[in-house]
């Protein structure tokens, strides 16, 4: 629950171990909390983080979710370039084309005239100061909510330029890219963090930025040194300034990224996929005063057997149980895609290490 995010934040110990997940597979919240997720999105997802022992959160439905797309079958926004295709009690969503070709329309571009709001793929990551608020107040005491910025510096060139055109820019003449695009992109982000820190309640700022892929960083190191790194602490500075700690998430191999974000000024990583390596985590980042959220591998969890699921969450637990800073997570979430047997068995050794309540499968039906 929220107060128990907030001991934990600050270094003591909470009444259970602290979990984040990101809900979306059907049966699951249909299970625990006795009702329809398309009729009573709202309830349905607050009665299943009580229920389940969710205490950070960032999907916070205000209304009911649309029909999902039918499995293999691609639908596409009627005016926009977006697809969706069927992963849980939500769609995934994927960007067909890019505003720019070229890259004189690179160095051309007015930042100023690129909106946050206008980009699909972070929803649900809205980073507006009345959708914070109104989460916040729709989550209430149940979990602590975190709006989080995606495009926080490297994923503004992913997400409105796509890789191709990024990759020719950034690789081609990476001071001019930087100076154009990286600097102001840079700037657009600080602007939103202090929005962001302003309206959100939660001591942490939740900041992504997806350097890697799963098998390594996509450039050279000297380029994260010289184009990535440095702004970081300039985006990060709102935040810090209004007391918040810097939590950084990121999916794929993060492990030679794990040391310069410590000493950039980021407190606490949220590591999204199982290829980062968690040894590596802990050494970094399980010192007092930071924070690790992660742990367990979703393909475990789609691809294994229940017996397999226990054991990877007890093994876990006896790695991390000293640990104060750390909270246990899925990387990627739990969508359809994982069968309902291993999510059973899964929560069920989350009650063993103190993370879930004994009776989550009833108490949501009461």
Same mark, same amino acid.
């Given at each position: 629950?929220?107060?128990?995010?907030?001991?934990?934040?600050?270094?003591?110990?909470?009444?259970?171990?602290?979990?984040?997940?990101?809900?979306?597979?059907?049966?699951?919240?249909?299970?625990?909390?006795?009702? %329809?997720?398309?009729?009573n999105?709202r309830?349905?997802y607050?009665? !299943?983080?009580?229920?389940?022992?969710?205490?950070?959160?960032?999907?916070?439905?205000?209304?009911?979710?649309?029909?999902?797309s039918?499995?293999?079958?691609?639908?596409?926004?009627?005016?926009?370039p977006?697809?969706?295709?069927?992963?849980?009690?939500?769609?995934?969503?994927?960007?067909?084309?890019?505003?720019?070709?070229?890259?004189?329309?690179?160095?051309?571009?007015? /930042?100023?005239?690129?909106?946050?709001?206008?980009?699909?793929?972070?929803?649900?990551?809205?980073? =507006?100061? @009345?959708?914070?608020?109104?989460?916040? %107040?729709?989550?209430?005491?149940t979990?602590?909510?975190?709006p989080?910025?995606?495009?926080?510096?490297?994923m503004?060139?992913?997400?409105?330029?796509?890789?191709?055109?990024?990759?020719? !820019?950034?690789?081609? @003449?990476?001071?001019?890219?930087?100076?154009? /695009?990286?600097?102001?992109?840079?700037k657009?982000? #600080?602007?939103?963090?202090?929005q +962001? #820190?302003? !309206?959100? =309640?939660?001591?942490?700022?939740?900041?992504?930025?997806?350097?890697?892929?799963?098998?390594?960083?996509?450039?050279?190191?000297?380029?994260?040194s010289?184009?990535?790194?440095?702004?970081?602490?300039e985006?990060?500075?709102?935040?810090i300034?209004?007391?918040?700690?810097?939590?950084?998430?990121? =999916?794929?191999?993060?492990?030679?990224?794990?040391? &310069?974000?410590?000493?950039?000024?980021?407190?606490?990583? +949220?590591?999204?996929?199982? !290829?980062?390596?968690?040894?590596?985590?802990? @050494?970094?980042? $399980?010192t007092p005063?930071?924070?690790?959220?992660?742990?367990? =591998?979703?393909?475990?969890?789609?691809?294994?057997?229940?017996? @397999?699921?226990?054991?990877?969450?007890?093994?876990?637990d006896?790695?991390?149980? %000293?640990?104060?800073?750390?909270a246990?997570?899925?990387?990627?979430?739990?969508?359809?895609?994982? &069968?309902?047997?291993?999510?059973?068995?899964?929560?069920?050794?989350?009650? $063993?290490?103190?993370?879930?309540? #004994?009776?989550w499968?009833?108490?949501?039906?009461?």
């Amino acid at each position: 629950m929220k107060k128990d995010v907030l001991l934990w934040s600050e270094g003591k110990s909470p009444a259970k171990i602290i979990s984040k997940e990101t809900l979306n597979h059907r049966r699951l919240v249909e299970m625990v909390s006795g009702r %329809n997720v398309y009729t009573n999105t709202r309830d349905a997802y607050l009665v !299943a983080y009580e229920a389940l022992g969710i205490d950070i959160i960032n999907r916070v439905p205000v209304e009911n979710a649309p029909i999902p797309s039918d499995d293999g079958i691609t639908r596409h926004h009627p005016h926009l370039p977006y697809s969706y295709s069927r992963l849980g009690i939500y769609d995934t969503v994927m960007c067909n084309d890019y505003p720019l070709k070229k890259l004189d329309e690179v160095y051309n571009l007015d /930042f100023s005239d690129v909106k946050y709001s206008d980009l699909m793929v972070p929803v649900p990551h809205s980073c =507006d100061p @009345e959708d914070i608020r109104m989460r916040q %107040n729709t989550l209430g005491d149940t979990g602590l909510y975190y709006p989080m910025l995606y495009t926080t510096l490297f994923m503004w060139g992913v997400e409105y330029l796509g890789y191709e055109l990024f990759f020719e !820019a950034a690789l081609t @003449e990476p001071g001019r890219f930087n100076d154009k /695009f990286i600097l102001p992109a840079a700037k657009k982000s #600080a602007g939103i963090v202090e929005q +962001m #820190a302003k !309206a959100s =309640d939660s001591p942490f700022i939740y900041l992504h930025d997806d350097l890697a892929s799963a098998n390594g960083p996509l450039f050279a190191p000297e380029w994260y040194s010289e184009y990535i790194f440095p702004h970081y602490p300039e985006i990060f500075e709102p935040a810090i300034k209004s007391g918040k700690k810097i939590v950084f998430v990121a =999916d794929g191999n993060m492990d030679s990224f794990l040391e &310069p974000l410590a000493d950039c000024g980021v407190d606490g990583i +949220m590591f999204e996929n199982p !290829a980062t390596n968690l040894d590596k985590v802990i @050494e970094v980042f $399980s010192t007092p005063g930071r924070f690790m959220i992660g742990g367990i =591998d979703t393909k475990k969890l789609s691809f294994g057997t229940p017996d @397999e699921v226990r054991k990877m969450v007890l093994e876990l637990d006896n790695k991390t149980r %000293n640990i104060p800073g750390f909270a246990i997570s899925s990387c990627g979430g739990l969508h359809d895609t994982i &069968p309902l047997e291993n999510l059973e068995a899964y929560f069920e050794a989350r009650v $063993s290490i103190g993370a879930t309540p #004994a009776d989550w499968k009833t108490r949501g039906r009461m």
